[in-house]
C-alpha cells in the first residue's frame, strides 16, 4: 500500500506561482498513471493533470492548460505540479493521487489511492 503526502500549498496573490510535490513513500511508485485534483468548498472533486508512468503522455483540464505542468521523477518517488499565474479560481484543496492503471483517468474512480490534499489559496 502507497501513502501519498502533497507539500508546497500556501498563499499567493493572483499571476503568481506555486509548485506542490507529491512523496510517496510504502512502497515506490506503481507503472500506473499519477494525477492531480483539486476541490473547492462546496464544489465537486474536479481533475486538474494527469502523467502516465514514463512521463509522456500528459492530460490538463482545459481551465489550467498553459499554465500548469505535472511532471514525475519515479526514480525519486515524487510527482510535482507547477502553478503559474494563478487566478482567484484555482483556490482549492490540492490531491495527488495514484492511477488504477497505467491509462491516464480524468475521473476519481480511476484513481485507487490519495493524499490528504495541500490547500492552495489564490488572492485577488
Known amino acids: 500500500q502507497v501513502q501519498l503526502v502533497e507539500s508546497g500549498g500556501g498563499l499567493v496573490q493572483a499571476g503568481g506561482s506555486l509548485r506542490l510535490s507529491c512523496a510517496a513513500s510504502g512502497r515506490t511508485f506503481s507503472s500506473n498513471a499519477m494525477g492531480w485534483f483539486r476541490q473547492a468548498p462546496g464544489k465537486e472533486r474536479e481533475f486538474v493533470a494527469g502523467?502516465?508512468?514514463?512521463?509522456?503522455?500528459?492530460i490538463y483540464a482545459d481551465s489550467v492548460k498553459g499554465r500548469f505542468t505535472i511532471s514525475r521523477l519515479n526514480a525519486e518517488n515524487t510527482l510535482w505540479l507547477q502553478m503559474n499565474s494563478l487566478k482567484p479560481y484555482d483556490t482549492a484543496l490540492y490531491y495527488c493521487?495514484?492511477?488504477?492503471?497505467?491509462?491516464?483517468?480524468?475521473?476519481?474512480?480511476?484513481?485507487?489511492?490519495w493524499g490528504q490534499g495541500t490547500q492552495v489559496t489564490v488572492s485577488s
Open positions: 502523467i502516465d508512468w514514463s512521463g509522456v503522455n500528459t
Open positions: 493521487a495514484e492511477g488504477r492503471d497505467v491509462r491516464v483517468g480524468t475521473r476519481p474512480n480511476d484513481y485507487g489511492y
